[in-house]
């Protein structure tokens, strides 16, 4: 009776925890599997990321395939740990940018200069000091690498959650505040949920354009440094060098078979979680699925071990951090008074700054160069400018009709997904032998024929940020001009060209400026000891950083930092503000 009584006991409190969805499923044992599996790599990798420095010379860089999963790995742990990063850049520098005018005159134009400097220039200034920081570790190359990953992902999810920061739908905002939402509220509830799917698409494309730069990130060589960390992207510099195109196709093969598995275990269920926060009135008709997002759904021991995050994180949204009080007629006038003699103060403190920098960046060019020197890289600017335009305007007419029909179909884009970050992720380094072999064996011009290089890998943010406006469109919107019967070019003026312009505007403006930073790597290619150079900006700052040439890489940067903050003043930024005032979906 008593063994009786024990089994009756032990079954009531197993029925009780099954009811409770407490006791593990089958979908709490795969989750848990990726989960381990997930983690076991990321500490292997990290361990290696940490091993002595002298390593790197006693095991160099070899064209095995049986070593490509180790280097896919570093290479993955890499780019994570830099997307990483660049998201709290994303969170903490936009929102700064967009609720403080302020703190935007410094941002914006710096963000403006930053995307403009290539990740050369930055290697230039930054593998010397993280090596230093971790001397005798392969530690310091690592952030080096990290670094140089993050400036060439950092710039564009800035810019997204910057516009759509200033883009919310006025009456959602004042709804918000007639609910008495602190700005903290507002914030989590409002604005970032707003932001998250244009958030969302362009942190795949940071992602895959980090893939661009991966091998100057990994194959590092600045004067007489040079480094080789283990990964593809040193897999694929070596691999040029000795002509191996066997060696090429293992990168790529890997490469797409990391793409596919991070898209299927990580962006895929994130774009299907993200659909929720689609800003429309109406239920949508399609809605992008996820295998590992439904599994995650049904999991049971999962969801209950993380009800303690998701509480506090409800109780922390309750928290008022700020809150507006009316002042009296007398007392906001001389607020504004002393806001105006702030904004005057802050914009002064701003030119003395930017006057001191630029003084100190000339006295320093100036003590090897002369103002002759200077003529060159205007010169030079001024093709690589034109080159930019003409590449910017012809993908815009390929990749927006493109992107707007992707975007509009979610089963589409849901299968177009993983084969546009691949497209995106697949560096214009591999194509730079085949463009080499073309141009030498017809006579053609390298000047003209290598200029498509640049575009190859920043047209993917015209269609990124396209597709994310496609997919966030309200469904009442599209309803309402089937309704009207808008056809033709009609359709495209007045409904779908407004609706994804403030995302267009972003991917065009992140795509110009990746494409001056590309131009370093496209305006001088090399297979085997072939070497093509086309005269730009780009090939003059390559040339100077394989040197060691200091003053003239400032020199270079500084040309290319003042060409894409004029291009950005006198054509995105008015866009911008045309984009923020007159096409928001209110």
């Not at 963000?111 to 570790?137: A, E, R, Y």
């Not at 904004?343 to 003084?359: C, E, F, H, K, N």
């Not at 994804?500 to 065009?508: C, D, E, M, N």
């Not at 903050?565 to 005032?581: C, H, K, S």
Request: aromatic share 12%; hydrophobic share 55%.
């Amino acid at each position: 009776m008593v063994f009786l009584s024990n089994d009756r006991g032990a079954h009531s409190a197993l029925a009780a925890l099954t009811r409770n969805r407490i006791l593990p499923n089958i979908y709490d044992l795969a989750a848990f599997s990726l989960l381990a599996a997930v983690a076991v790599l990321a500490f292997h990798g990290a361990a290696g990321m940490r091993s002595p420095l002298e390593g790197l010379a006693t095991t160099p860089v070899a064209l095995d395939p049986i070593l490509l999963p180790e280097y896919a790995l570093r290479t993955t742990l890499r780019m994570f740990a830099a997307i990483i990063a660049s998201l709290i850049f994303t969170f903490v520098v936009a929102t700064l940018a967009a609720k403080s005018r302020r703190a935007e005159m410094i941002i914006i134009p710096a963000l403006d200069i930053l995307q403009s400097v290539p990740v050369l220039g930055f290697l230039t200034f930054t593998v010397t000091f993280f090596m230093g920081l971790f001397p005798g570790s392969q530690l310091g190359a690592e952030c080096a690498a990290i670094f140089a990953i993050f400036t060439s992902q950092a710039w564009n999810m800035a810019f997204s959650f910057y516009q759509s920061l200033r883009t919310v739908p006025r009456d959602l905002d004042e709804v918000s505040r007639g609910f008495g939402l602190s700005s903290w509220q507002r914030f989590w509830r409002l604005e970032a949920p707003f932001a998250t799917p244009g958030l969302v698409w362009n942190t795949m494309m940071s992602m895959s354009g980090g893939w661009f730069f991966v091998v100057a990130s990994e194959a590092i060589t600045v004067g007489d440094t040079t480094v080789q960390l283990p990964g593809l992207g040193s897999w694929l510099a070596l691999a040029i060098k000795e002509q191996d195109f066997a060696a090429v196709a293992w990168a790529v093969l890997a490469m797409a078979i990391v793409i596919g598995l991070y898209d299927q275990l990580l962006f895929r269920p994130i774009v299907a979680w993200a659909d929720k926060f689609r800003f429309e009135q109406t239920a949508g008709q399609q809605k992008p699925h996820s295998w590992v997002y439904g599994l995650i759904r049904r999991t049971r021991l999962l969801k209950y071990l993380s009800a303690p995050f998701a509480w506090l994180w409800n109780r922390l949204l309750l928290v008022r951090l700020s809150h507006t009080r009316r002042a009296a007629p007398a007392r906001r006038r001389d607020a504004q008074a002393t806001t105006r003699a702030v904004d005057y103060a802050w914009l002064g403190l701003i030119i003395a700054i930017g006057t001191w920098g630029a003084w100190t960046a000339v006295s320093y060019v100036g003590q090897s160069l002369s103002l002759s020197d200077v003529w060159d890289p205007l010169g030079r600017g001024l093709v690589t400018l034109l080159r930019v335009i003409v590449l910017i305007a012809v993908a815009s007419l390929i990749w927006v009709p493109l992107g707007v029909w992707i975007g509009l179909r979610p089963a589409v884009a849901e299968r177009v997904q993983p084969i546009a970050q691949f497209l995106a992720a697949f560096p214009a380094n591999v194509l730079f032998p085949f463009a080499v072999v073309a141009i030498v064996a017809t006579g053609a011009n390298a000047d003209i024929w290598l200029s498509p290089l640049m575009v190859l890998g920043t047209q993917w943010y015209i269609l990124f940020n396209v597709i994310a406006g496609a997919s966030a469109f309200p469904t009442d919107l599209r309803e309402v001009s089937s309704v009207y019967q808008l056809r033709s070019w009609t359709w495209w003026r007045r409904v779908m060209l407004p609706g994804i312009f403030p995302y267009y505007v972003t991917g065009a403006l992140t795509a110009s400026g990746g494409s001056w930073n590309a131009s370093i790597v496209a305006e001088v290619v090399s297979w085997g000891d072939t070497k093509l150079e086309a005269y730009g900006l780009g090939s003059y700052i390559a040339k100077a950083t394989e040197t060691g040439d200091f003053p003239r890489v400032i020199l270079g940067i500084a040309v290319m930092s003042l060409f894409v903050t004029l291009f950005n003043r006198t054509l995105w930024r008015p866009l911008y503000v045309f984009a923020e005032r007159r096409l928001r979906l209110d």
